[in-house]
């Protein structure tokens, strides 16, 4: 599709030369015949309408005439001129553009090939796969109509090679896993560094549901309105990240970094939160599945009693009210431990 609209701009941008041409040809000949009427013949009838019978005097005014009109001719062949340098920038930034999106393109194709390689052994090459990631980040901060698709191909990597069930790996292998490979996390690296983020830049959201997100680095991440439904982010470090409307029902948050992170309007439904630390999070309008009546729109009671820490946490009054009367200690500085839970 992207080739095809090149090349219908290169069909049309051709078409427009040709006339520009056409048009340079008929203004040029045009022009000559204009210089010849205003050099030679214009001067000659405008003195005979005088009836001037002194020869030198009627030649002085004739050549005076000759004199004003090769100086409007000069004038308007400056204009003319001054146009076709215009219209031979603009041809040129196009070929520059072109030859632009074109070096673009090719180093976008071969970005996404290094994506899927690897080695001998048909093992994933990680430095290659590295240097497409980075890569294709450089990309998107250089080319704004390539950003959104970068991101969208990033996130499916992720979604590909690190879902929740990763049929190619042995089981007591995912067990073990307490860390994203080298490659998620680069991609994640990059996700964290982004330009933009939602409503600010992009007009759709992160899709990494169903994804194994193990002790991955997300630290201050703008992740607003994420997909993550789903999503195994055991130990995973969301400090200070906006997760403001995310999406993670039935998630798994079991012993995370939340500290300071902003939860607000954050969709909880499921989600263990097991000895995860929520020290200094904001919790408000946190959307969940509530225990008890009353408590519409918030994360329920069940959910933050397993949780490390909830100290300096921004609640909705009346769920910090049920939480301090029975479960104080989440209150504390150390609150429980993750060890509590396994």
Same mark, same amino acid.
């Given at each position: 599709?992207?080739? =095809? =609209?090149?090349?219908?701009?290169?069909?049309?941008?051709?078409?427009?030369?040709?006339?520009?041409?056409?048009?340079?040809?008929?203004?040029?000949?045009?022009?000559?015949?204009?210089?010849?009427?205003?050099?030679?013949?214009?001067?000659?009838?405008?003195?005979?309408?005088?009836?001037?019978?002194?020869?030198?005097?009627?030649?002085?005014?004739?050549?005076?005439?000759?004199?004003?009109?090769?100086?409007?001719?000069?004038?308007?062949?400056?204009?003319?001129?001054?146009?076709?340098?215009?219209?031979?920038?603009?041809?040129?930034?196009?070929?520059?553009?072109?030859?632009?999106?074109?070096?673009?393109?090719?180093? +976008?194709?071969?970005?996404?090939?290094?994506?899927?390689?690897?080695?001998?052994?048909?093992?994933?090459?990680?430095?290659?796969?590295?240097?497409?990631?980075?890569?294709?980040?450089?990309?998107?901060?250089?080319?704004?109509?390539?950003?959104?698709?970068?991101?969208?191909?990033?996130?499916?990597?992720?979604?590909?090679?690190?879902?929740?069930?990763?049929?190619?790996?042995?089981?007591?292998?995912?067990?073990?896993?307490? =860390?994203?490979?080298?490659?998620?996390?680069?991609?994640?690296?990059?996700?964290?560094?982004?330009?933009?983020? +939602?409503?600010?830049?992009?007009?759709?959201?992160?899709?990494?549901?169903?994804?194994?997100?193990?002790?991955?680095?997300?630290?201050?991440?703008?992740?607003?309105?994420?997909?993550?439904?789903?999503?195994?982010?055991?130990?995973?470090?969301?400090?200070?990240?906006?997760?403001?409307?995310?999406? +993670?029902?039935?998630?798994?948050?079991?012993?995370?970094?939340?500290?300071?992170?902003?939860?607000?309007?954050?969709?909880?439904?499921?989600?263990?939160?097991?000895?995860?630390?929520?020290?200094?999070?904001?919790?408000?309008?946190?959307?969940?599945?509530?225990?008890?009546?009353?408590?519409?729109?918030?994360?329920?009671?069940?959910?933050?009693?397993?949780?490390?820490?909830?100290?300096?946490?921004?609640?909705?009054?009346?769920?910090?009210?049920?939480?301090?009367?029975?479960?104080?200690?989440?209150?504390?500085?150390?609150?429980?431990?993750?060890?509590?839970?396994?």
């Amino acid at each position: 599709m992207a080739l =095809k =609209k090149e090349a219908y701009e290169n069909v049309r941008e051709h078409k427009l030369l040709i006339w520009i041409l056409i048009v340079f040809a008929v203004a040029l000949v045009f022009i000559a015949l204009l210089l010849g009427y205003l050099v030679f013949t214009y001067p000659v009838n405008q003195v005979s309408q005088y009836g001037i019978t002194n020869a030198t005097e009627k030649a002085n005014l004739i050549n005076q005439y000759r004199t004003t009109s090769i100086q409007l001719i000069s004038i308007f062949a400056q204009i003319f001129g001054g146009i076709a340098v215009l219209i031979g920038i603009y041809f040129a930034w196009g070929n520059l553009t072109t030859a632009r999106e074109g070096q673009i393109t090719e180093r +976008f194709t071969r970005a996404v090939n290094q994506l899927g390689a690897i080695d001998q052994s048909g093992n994933p090459a990680i430095e290659i796969r590295l240097g497409g990631i980075y890569a294709l980040e450089r990309i998107a901060d250089r080319s704004g109509k390539d950003y959104w698709p970068i991101m969208e191909i990033l996130t499916a990597y992720i979604r590909k090679n690190s879902p929740i069930e990763n049929y190619n790996i042995k089981t007591e292998d995912i067990k073990n896993q307490d =860390k994203v490979s080298f490659d998620i996390q680069a991609i994640l690296t990059v996700i964290k560094r982004r330009r933009y983020f +939602f409503n600010s830049g992009e007009s759709d959201c992160l899709d990494l549901h169903e994804t194994c997100l193990n002790g991955a680095n997300l630290k201050g991440a703008h992740l607003e309105k994420v997909n993550l439904y789903r999503a195994n982010l055991k130990k995973a470090d969301l400090e200070g990240a906006y997760l403001q409307e995310a999406d +993670f029902l039935a998630a798994k948050l079991r012993s995370a970094n939340l500290k300071k992170a902003n939860l607000c309007g954050a969709d909880l439904e499921e989600a263990n939160l097991c000895g995860a630390d929520l020290e200094g999070a904001h919790l408000k309008d946190v959307n969940s599945s509530p225990e008890f009546p009353g408590l519409d729109a918030i994360v329920s009671v069940d959910q933050l009693s397993k949780v490390k820490t909830l100290y300096n946490a921004e609640l909705d009054d009346e769920l910090e009210k049920i939480l301090r009367d029975n479960h104080p200690y989440l209150f504390s500085p150390t609150g429980k431990h993750p060890e509590d839970y396994f």
